[in-house]
């Protein structure tokens, strides 16, 4: 096979797995009140149909992308999708709710695995010269698919039932999994050995975090069932931490937090994931809740917003070849802050669609510019050898951010609103989307602070080189190096 053809089978395959891991994200909670009917579910039911997944796939995401490195980076994404697979057709034949939850962690243990192993894989693929089209075009993919999970989970809901929102992912898996085993090339990483003392660490850890999340709302932030995770959770990640420090061949090389441009990406894709999956969440339910749209209605006036990216990522990826990740980065989560901010300015319960398409454009660009050169920044930063590595800490940081998100700005919204009627719905949703506006324009309020000191105009440190640019390929370590050398993401 040509490397052209090659590198055109793994764009496909990567590209139509990370779609199908990524829409599972969202695709239930347009079905929820149809899955309370037919399963006789509790609120708290419902509740895990999401967070089995969510919880799930956060958690395991750098166990995941530890395995592709030791495994082979092929052997585990086959492995990924069929686990993926069978955790679909068990969620679409579930006969309790009991059933649903246990399969939907099913598909995040397979979705885990999948996740951070397509974006090393397609990354291996592809020169350097075509590497920041092809991961603008892979982070619209995901980002698209996280974005209109409500829209197609309506309309299954409405055409079909909402069993088919998990069938439709059985016959692309088994499609798949036999085009991935003959396409695709293996790969591993240079570390040879398991890090079986990391995982274990990270593993707990992030779960006691993530239970504690997503338990909040319902149990109270200062009980000791949420409480008491959420901190144990953070001893065993700080214990984790100073592991990864002494261990011979660890998981996470902690060096990678020592540049400026990693850390501050995964910065960045913490408090997008945030006001991104918060703000969707409340929006979803804004169209449904007081404007008295179908599942279907309110996904589709959420387009505005949610489709950019298949448009704006792929022009994002190629610009970001030109002049770097850092304005990209910038630019779009100031837009993405801005639009939410503008949504949370008009905001009544009888506000025109017209008047929220601006600011849902707005937002949808924002989002679009940040999905592209993310993951070209995160992988320019490492060695090709440490991509895995680098993909599953970016990956699980924007998860745990998307959990964060939702758990506090529902959190806002109880404290202030309710469902008792649509104005206190909306007295809720408003300072509930200024806290998702507030933690995205972080970002691009630190930059701006930054650029006032004339010192640091002219500061550059070769550890924050950005993403992947043909004329600059760092030699010396292997790094598939992005943007001009010295130029920095502060």
């Known amino acids: ?98 059933w649903l939850v246990a399969a939907r962690a099913l598909q995040g243990v ?46 299954i809901v409405e055409g079909v039932s ?12 088994v499609v798949l999994l036999p085009i991935a085993w003959r396409r695709l090339t293996e790969s591993k990483g240079t570390s040879r050995s398991l890090d079986l003392p990391g995982l ?16 909040g709302n319902a149990h109270g932030w200062t ?42 990406a995964n910065v960045t894709s913490l408090l997008m994931s945030f006001g991104m999956f ?20 309110a996904g589709l006036r959420t387009l505005p917003w949610t489709a950019m990216p298949i448009f ?3 022009i994002a990826g190629i610009m970001s070849d030109r002049i770097g990740a850092r304005p990209l980065l910038v630019a779009g989560m100031a837009l993405m802050g801005a639009g939410l901010a503008w949504i949370a300015v008009i905001s009544t319960p009888t506000v025109a669609y017209g008047r929220l398409v601006p600011a849902f454009v707005m937002a949808g660009v924002g989002m679009s510019l940040y999905f592209a050169p993310v993951a070209n920044l995160v992988l320019g930063t490492v060695r090709r050898s440490e991509e895995g590595k680098a993909s599953g800490v970016n990956n699980t940081v924007r998860e745990v951010g998307g ?53 640091a105009a002219s500061t550059t440190s070769p550890a924050g080189m950005v993403s992947a640019r043909s004329s600059s390929t760092n030699a010396t370590d292997g790094c598939a190096a992005g943007g001009p050398v010295g130029r920095t993401l502060d």
């Open 1 to 98: 096979m040509s490397t052209k053809a090659l590198t055109i089978w793994t764009f496909v395959v990567t590209s139509v797995a990370v779609f199908m891991v990524s829409l599972d994200n969202l695709v239930v909670t347009t079905a929820l009140p149809v899955i309370k009917h037919d399963l006789g579910a509790s609120l708290q039911g419902l509740e895990w149909t999401v967070n089995a997944y969510t919880l799930t796939f956060a958690v395991l995401l750098l166990t995941g992308a530890a395995l592709g490195d030791r495994f082979g980076r092929k052997r585990m994404f086959l492995a990924g999708l069929a686990l993926f697979t069978l955790g679909s057709a068990a969620a679409a034949l579930a006969p309790s709710i009991d």
């Open 110 to 155: 397979g979705g885990a695995i999948v996740m951070p192993l397509t974006l090393t894989i397609l990354s291996g693929a592809v020169s350097p010269a075509r590497r920041g089209l092809a991961l603008g075009v892979w982070g619209g993919v995901a980002g698209l698919a996280i974005a209109i999970g409500p829209v197609v989970g309506g309309a």
């Open 162 to 173: 909402w069993q088919w929102i998990f069938w439709l992912n059985v016959p692309i898996g």
């Open 200 to 215: 274990g660490l990270v593993s707990v850890g992030l779960f006691g975090i993530v239970w504690g999340l997503v338990r």
């Open 223 to 264: 009980s000791l069932g949420v409480a008491g995770p959420i901190a144990a959770g953070i001893v065993l990640v700080g214990a984790f931490v100073l592991w990864e420090l002494r261990a011979r061949e660890p998981m996470v090389p902690m060096q990678f937090f020592r540049k400026r441009a990693f850390s501050a």
């Open 278 to 297: 918060g703000a969707i969440f409340l929006l979803a339910q804004f169209f449904q809740v007081v404007q008295g749209y179908s599942p279907l209605q």
């Open 312 to 314: 704006i990522a792929p």
């Open 403 to 455: 959990v964060f998100g939702v758990a506090v700005l529902a959190s806002v919204f109880s404290a202030a609103g309710s469902y008792v009627s649509s104005q206190a719905f909306v007295n809720g949703m408003v300072p509930a989307i200024w806290v998702g506006a507030a933690a995205v324009a972080l970002r691009p309020a630190w930059r701006a602070s930054r650029r006032r000191r004339p010192e």
